[in-house]
Structure formats: C-alpha cells, structure tokens
C-alpha cells in the first residue's frame, strides 16, 4: 500500500494488540501495515518515562497521547520557502504567465528536472494567494479565477442524429487512434459571433474558427476547414441547430458522426473540458467579432502547447503530432 500517517483508530487499534501480548509482526499483519511501520511508530511515541502503574502493554503506548504528540509534531513542521531569483521561482513566475494551472507547473517540472527537488501545488497556490509572485493573481492567471464552477451548459435535441455517441466503437471510447474529434460551439454576448471548436480525443489537440453567426452552412465551413488536413477518425458533436447539415461534412470528410444524447453534456467531456479553458480568454459575453483570427490562432497555440496530467504532462502538440507524422 501507499504510505499514509496512522489514524485515531489504527492507534486504538495498536494499543489494544499490545495489551494483548501480540508480536510486531502480527500487529503489522492485522493492520496491513509494514513491521517497521508498526515498530516506528510505537518507538516514536511510546512513554518517555515509565508511569508508576503498572503498564497495559510492554511499550507504554497509550493510543490518545500517540494521537496528540503526531498533531504538535504536524503543526510544528515548516512550509517550503520560495525565494525570489532562484532557478524554481522564474520557472513558476514565466508558467503562470503563460497561464498553466499550478498542477501543470508541477507536473512538467519533475518531468523536466527528475533529480531535483519537486515543487508543491499548495505552496503556489498560498503565494499567489499571499501575492508573492510579482503581478500574479488568482483572478488574472488562474483557469478559474480562484472560483468554483458550479454550472453546467444543456444541449437541446434539434437535429435528428444517425448515431449516438453511446453507439461509439471500443476504439473511440478508449482513445486508442489519432483522429476522433469532439465539436461544439462557444457563444460570446447575442449577436456577437462564435467559435467552432474541435478537440482530439487521444491528444486533446485543440482546433478552433471563427463564426459570424450560427448557420448550420457556415459552421459546416468552418469544421470543414479546421479538419481538412489532419486525421478523421469520427466526429462527435451536441445537438445545436448549428451541426444541422452534419451528413455533409460526414461525407466531405468521410467519417461517422455521432451525437450526444439531450442534456448529456458530460458524454462530450474532452471538448466541455477544452471549451472551459478557452473561456478564461474570452469570458461570457464576450464580442468574437473584434477577434482576429491571427489572436485566436496564437491562444490556440498557447493551450496546445500546456501540458496536461492526463497526458503524462506532456502536450497535446507533442503527443498529436508524434503519433499523426509517425
């Protein structure tokens, strides 16, 4: 098993098989515990001095006073210090510029640097919230602003599908290929434009154009563009009004496009995910119309180029790309 500190009741637990006389060994068998776990923990918090009554156990263990001594030494350990200058402090400062979660920041450190020391979530997340880091703030460089989501986008069942996306293939559910791409749309305020985005499932390699409005012939356009050059496994898309001419694009494309079921945006989580991300750049309301393509093309970059946990911290750009030019 993982290490894990000894709780209250593996405490209890302890003292009791003490007093019954049970072997180190044995205790460490009935705890699933290791032997030397066990004996550290009775040496580190067994009775300094022997009390004047006689002992329950061989080792003078009492289970409440092993509990207190574990909380003082806890609250008495001190946090890691980051210091401005050094070689971890720039690498954090110039990542969260580049607006990667503190996660990513970790991850891709002890990717890069396995023999050093690793740096620890907590600890950016407390400077950044004491202001420590220069121009760094939760509401300006944090995915979600130091908020918690709540809400959830429904889908609505406008068009007609011809396949589900709980029809999908082993292959797709299990993100085995290049080339299965889940779409949806971004809004920004009401008669302000929109983005068309599409996500691969294995990579999560974000593609992303630009709408005027929301007609099924323009976004039709628009995947067909963003998709023309690259791998097409399947497509998998909400029920917006908008992927309405979807069987043309399946067959410019020639790949099966499945839908979500109603209300069911979770069944799309790769693209939820990915839209989510783009939103910390361009919130709720905002005018896609005043958005270049030149911009939009250089954000994309930027979230393809973050590395991400369930990639092993590599990127999507890395991981799309090894395996598509292979």
Known sequence: MSYTHFTLDERKCLQKLLSEGLSIRKIAAILERSPSSVSREINRNKAKYKPHRKPDNPYWYNFWRAQNLYIRRRRGQKRRALKPGTAEWNYIVDKLNRFWSPEAICGRWKKQFPDRKPLCCSTIYRYIKQKSFPNISSKKN???????????????????????????????????????????????GVGKGALVTMVDRKSRLLCAGLLNNRTASE????????????????????????????????????????????????????????????????????????????????????????????????????????????
């Open 219 to 326: 976004t039709k356009d628009v995947i067909i563009k963003l998709l023309y050059d690259k791998p097409v496994q399947s497509i998998s898309l909400d029920n917006g009004s908008e992927f309405s001419e979807f069987r043309i694009f399946e067959k410019e494309l020639n790949a099966p496009v499945y839908f979500a079921e109603p209300h069911k945006p979770w069944q799309r989580g790769t693209n939820e995910n990915t839209n989510d991300i783009l939103r910390f750049f361009f919130p709720k309301g905002y005018d896609f119309r005043t958005l270049s393509k030149e911009v939009l093309d250089q954000v994309v970059l930027s979230i393809n180029l973050r590395p991400r946990k369930c990639l092993g911290w590599k990127t999507p750009f890395e991981v799309f790309y090894s395996v598509a030019l292979a």
């Open 142 to 188: 944090l995915r979600r602003r130091g908020k918690r989501r709540m809400s959830r986008e429904s889908n609505y069942n406008t068009v007609h599908p011809d396949r589900l996306i709980t029809q999908w293939p082993d292959v797709i559910k299990q993100r085995t290929q290049i080339g299965d791409w889940e779409g949806d749309t971004v809004y920004g």
